[in-house]
């Protein structure tokens, strides 16, 4: 399976990591270069030379997008520190590029919900915080 990611900050590095260790191969865009250095880290080969891919570029422009392989992407994953950044290439994968599975990372609880509502497969980090504050708040 080919994955997609954007965004190589720490939720983004952790997910290609554990994905190519799976053996699943994986393509990791992000606008900053340096961020290709959380992709090597703890590993003992460089991200390249275990077989994944890393493509510098914005993630609002399709040729960035294309270059980094979407147009083969079995899963595509949104996991920038923006919420409006991880809408719009989410929704581009999803209308424009078909994949198949497309996750977005969103931080807003009724940002997330509506889009869920429109076929995208969102994670709340801060919706789960507050399931489980609210799950531990009833069971004290």
Known sequence: MFILIV?????????????????????????D???HERLDKDQSTSWEDAGGRF??????????LVEAGI??????????SGDNTNLVIA?????RFKVPRVVVRVADPGRAAWY???????ICPTQIAIDQAEREALAS
């Open 7 to 31: 965004g190589a900050g720490r939720v983004g590095s952790a997910v290609a990591k554990r994905a190519l260790e799976a053996g699943h191969e994986v393509s990791v865009l992000d606008s």
């Open 55 to 64: 493509t510098v570029a914005q993630a609002l422009e399709v040729d960035g």
């Open 91 to 95: 929704q581009l994968a999803q209308r």
């Open 33 to 35: 270069p340096l961020s």
């Open 71 to 80: 147009e083969q992407a079995d899963v595509f994953l949104a996991a920038t």
């Open 116 to 122: 869920a509502e429109q076929g995208l497969l969102t």
